[in-house]
């Protein structure tokens, strides 16, 4: 079924607010977090005591949104065995990114941690320049959200959330860990993109329905509204964009939107094209694989009444599609080096999420659920 606006999933709205994968901007913070540590606290991991065993390659680190630390998986392993142990980043860690040399660089509440991934251990947490309020965490916190590395490695771009305002990219030298420029972008950016050739940046904005497409020359930059649903409702609305992934065929942006509906978005026209999907459920989470395929992450339904539950799409770029039911909501994917794995992390940005990933065998759509971490959001495979 295909809503043409957001009248019929408002409506329901105060009887599956648990259910739900996205929320009004202008939510109510919780708590500051008594044991998250200051930006001049040093670097924590664990458990503690001797030096970590070698991270072995395709290993995953995830973000624990619901503490202040990162987590080693082991996918191959179950139970217990798989957590290798954490460190401490930040307050309410979000997004990651993955650099060649070994280092992770972590979108926190605080300000963005950078994580030797070799001898686990948190260098550098270099201060945001935006003012963000108050450290809390939350669906709403201020702080990082989305975040990326410049092609040559030579830049972090993170999203910064200013509740009740509009977000900023910040720029970040990973040479000189500081940041070199601040740019302007939409409300609340859950994702930041860059394109191959890194001349560009896209920051998708929840709240303000759009991506920004910042040049990376001048730091110029170009509003595209992506809401094919309309922007009905405004902060009120559920119908929004979340993530992005960028084609690697062409350097087009594909949001997911409902299970119902791709939005295509030339970056250079800020052309937007309207594409089916079936999943029928609400999408977050969203990559793309070497070979165009794309991987979207339903949440669940916005009305259990109409829509379906919680899933992985995979969609072919000939638009063909599977839909893998998972249990529970689920916020983000990752894929492992060979495509052949999807890990889906459990955290999700509001209530009803699990400790967990759901580890996704992309041929068979066998699904194994892994129990590990606090509220994991983010994921990156080493």
């Given at each position: 079924?295909?809503?043409?606006?957001?009248?019929?999933?408002?409506?329901?709205?105060?009887?599956?607010?648990?259910?739900?994968?996205?929320?009004?901007?202008?939510?109510?913070?919780?708590?500051?977090?008594?044991?998250?540590?200051?930006?001049?606290?040093?670097?924590?991991?664990?458990?503690?005591?001797?030096?970590?065993?070698?991270?072995?390659?395709?290993?995953?680190?995830?973000?624990?949104?619901?503490?202040?630390?990162?987590?080693?998986?082991?996918?191959?392993?179950?139970?217990?065995?798989?957590?290798?142990?954490?460190?401490?980043?930040?307050?309410?860690?979000?997004?990651?990114?993955?650099?060649?040399?070994?280092?992770?660089?972590?979108?926190?509440?605080?300000?963005?941690?950078?994580?030797?991934?070799?001898?686990?251990?948190?260098?550098?947490?270099?201060?945001?320049?935006?003012?963000?309020?108050?450290?809390?965490?939350?669906?709403?916190?201020?702080?990082?959200?989305?975040?990326?590395?410049?092609?040559?490695?030579?830049?972090?771009?993170?999203?910064?959330?200013?509740?009740?305002?509009?977000?900023?990219?910040?720029?970040?030298?990973?040479?000189?860990?500081?940041?070199?420029?601040?740019?302007?972008?939409?409300?609340?950016?859950?994702?930041?993109?860059?394109?191959?050739?890194?001349?560009?940046?896209?920051?998708?904005?929840?709240?303000?329905?759009?991506?920004?497409?910042?040049?990376?020359?001048?730091?110029?930059?170009?509003?595209?509204?992506?809401?094919?649903?309309?922007?009905?409702?405004?902060?009120?609305?559920?119908?929004?964009?979340?993530?992005?992934?960028?084609?690697?065929?062409?350097?087009?942006?594909?949001?997911?939107?409902?299970?119902e509906r791709l939005a295509v978005v030339d970056p250079g026209t800020g052309r937007v094209r309207i594409e089916r999907m079936t999943a029928n459920t609400h999408q977050h989470g969203v990559t793309a694989g070497e070979d165009g395929t794309l991987f979207a992450v339903g949440t669940g339904p916005i009305d259990p009444s109409e829509d379906d539950g919680p899933s992985l799409t995979v969609r072919t770029p000939d638009g063909r599609e599977r839909v893998v039911p998972l249990d529970g909501p689920h916020e983000d994917v990752a894929l492992s080096a060979d495509g052949d794995?999807?890990?889906?992390?459990?955290?999700?940005?509001?209530?009803?999420?699990?400790?967990?990933?759901?580890?996704?065998?992309?041929?068979?759509?066998?699904?194994?659920?892994?129990?590990?971490?606090?509220?994991?959001?983010?994921?990156?495979?080493?």
């Amino acid at each position: 079924m295909i809503r043409h606006t957001a009248t019929g999933a408002l409506a329901a709205l105060a009887a599956v607010a648990m259910l739900t994968g996205c929320a009004p901007g202008d939510g109510g913070q919780d708590a500051p977090s008594a044991s998250a540590p200051p930006a001049s606290a040093p670097p924590a991991s664990t458990p503690s005591g001797s030096a970590p065993a070698r991270t072995p390659e395709g290993t995953l680190l995830v973000t624990d949104f619901g503490a202040d630390t990162v987590t080693f998986v082991d996918p191959s392993r179950r139970g217990a065995a798989a957590d290798l142990g954490s460190v401490r980043v930040g307050t309410a860690p979000y997004g990651i990114a993955l650099g060649d040399d070994g280092t992770a660089w972590v979108a926190t509440a605080q300000g963005v941690a950078a994580v030797d991934t070799r001898t686990r251990e948190r260098t550098a947490l270099i201060p945001y320049t935006t003012d963000t309020g108050p450290v809390t965490t939350g669906e709403y916190r201020g702080g990082g959200m989305g975040i990326v590395l410049s092609p040559d490695g030579g830049r972090v771009y993170v999203g910064v959330n200013v509740p009740g305002g509009r977000g900023t990219l910040e720029v970040i030298d990973t040479g000189r860990r500081k940041v070199t420029a601040t740019v302007p972008v939409g409300r609340r950016p859950f994702d930041v993109d860059v394109s191959r050739d890194g001349r560009h940046v896209y920051a998708t904005n929840h709240d303000s329905f759009d991506i920004t497409v910042v040049d990376t020359g001048d730091w110029t930059t170009r509003r595209i509204e992506v809401a094919p649903y309309g922007t009905e409702g405004g902060l009120g609305s559920w119908l929004k964009p979340h993530y992005t992934a960028v084609r690697p065929s062409d350097g087009a942006l594909l949001l997911p939107f409902e299970g119902e509906r791709l939005a295509v978005v030339d970056p250079g026209t800020g052309r937007v094209r309207i594409e089916r999907m079936t999943a029928n459920t609400h999408q977050h989470g969203v990559t793309a694989g070497e070979d165009g395929t794309l991987f979207a992450v339903g949440t669940g339904p916005i009305d259990p009444s109409e829509d379906d539950g919680p899933s992985l799409t995979v969609r072919t770029p000939d638009g063909r599609e599977r839909v893998v039911p998972l249990d529970g909501p689920h916020e983000d994917v990752a894929l492992s080096a060979d495509g052949d794995t999807a890990y889906v992390s459990g955290g999700f940005t509001r209530d009803g999420y699990w400790n967990g990933l759901s580890v996704v065998d992309v041929g068979t759509g066998e699904v194994t659920r892994l129990p590990v971490g606090r509220r994991p959001l983010g994921i990156a495979v080493l």
